[in-house]
């Protein structure tokens, strides 16, 4: 395997590197950068068509690597304090309109990081393939990619602007609200179900609360205000998916 030694600040690659802690350019390249051997060791496991380069270190020299950079170069691309020094320029798949699980999540205006991560996460572990986003932070975030814990890899992403064409599918949707039927005793009689998040703040937006066919509630402590975003949606997709029979 040909190996690139990069020492310089101007190398191409390097610039590349740097331009991919941007929005705009991780959209403009259809890349993003993850970080950590286990995920590079995964990425290249689960989905090997998608890893455009390996990166790393000259002290995490390893031979599986595109790239070996100098250390002091390496530390100011990677995005984490303790980095071990191994990192993968990975291509974003194409969104698809193909749903591939009978549970799926609409996510509405979820905009911090590492609550999109821990969703992402569990919606991976939970089942929950299918993933809509709706004027959320970005899923390649790197933050999101480091609390994802390569869940984006085992998740589809799709985009939209309202429940529409999800209700098209034949999913029912159900939005996570205060004031809605008990989550562990409502019985949703729908074989698709779509669990609708909403903003950690303000909850669902209105107008896709009004596409909602059901509005369920986790039972809380009449002095709790509210769960986080992520940890409703935890328990959330696992009470649907498997308790609602």
């Known amino acids: 395997m040909v190996q690139t030694f990069i020492t310089s600040k101007t190398n191409a690659v390097v610039k590349k590197l740097r331009k991919l802690a941007d929005r705009k350019y991780r959209t403009e390249y259809g890349e993003y950068i993850a970080e950590g051997k286990r995920w590079v060791a995964d990425a290249k496991q689960l989905c090997p068509q998608n890893v455009a380069a390996v990166i790393c270190s000259r002290s ?9 950079l100098d250390d002091s170069l390496f530390s100011e691309l990677s995005f984490t304090e303790h980095n071990q020094g191994v ?10 309109f193909e749903f591939s699980s009978e ?4 996510l509405d205006k979820i905009r911090e990081p590492g609550n999109m991560g821990a969703i992402i996460r569990t919606a991976c572990a939970a089942g929950y393939s299918d993933i809509v986003l709706r004027d959320c932070v970005d899923v390649y975030n790197p933050k999101v990619i480091r609390s994802s ?3 984006v890899l085992g998740v589809g992403f799709h985009y939209a602007n309202s429940l529409s064409f999800v209700r098209e599918l034949g999913y029912a949707t159900v939005g996570a609200v205060l004031g809605g039927k008990d989550a562990f005793t409502a019985k949703i009689k729908a074989r698709k179900i779509c669990l609708v998040i909403g903003n950690e703040a303000d909850g669902i937006s209105e107008e896709v609360l009004l596409d909602c066919d059901e509005k369920i ?3 809380m402590r009449e002095d709790m205000e509210s769960l986080n975003a992520a940890v409703s949606a935890g328990i959330l997709m696992y009470a649907l998916k498997y308790m609602n029979n």
């Open 60 to 68: 995490a020299f390893c031979d599986e690597a595109d790239f070996v």
């Open 87 to 96: 990192m993968a320029l990975m291509k974003i798949p194409k969104a698809s």
């Open 103 to 106: 549970h799926c999540l609409f």
């Open 149 to 151: 814990m390569t869940g």
């Open 217 to 219: 509630t986790i039972p």
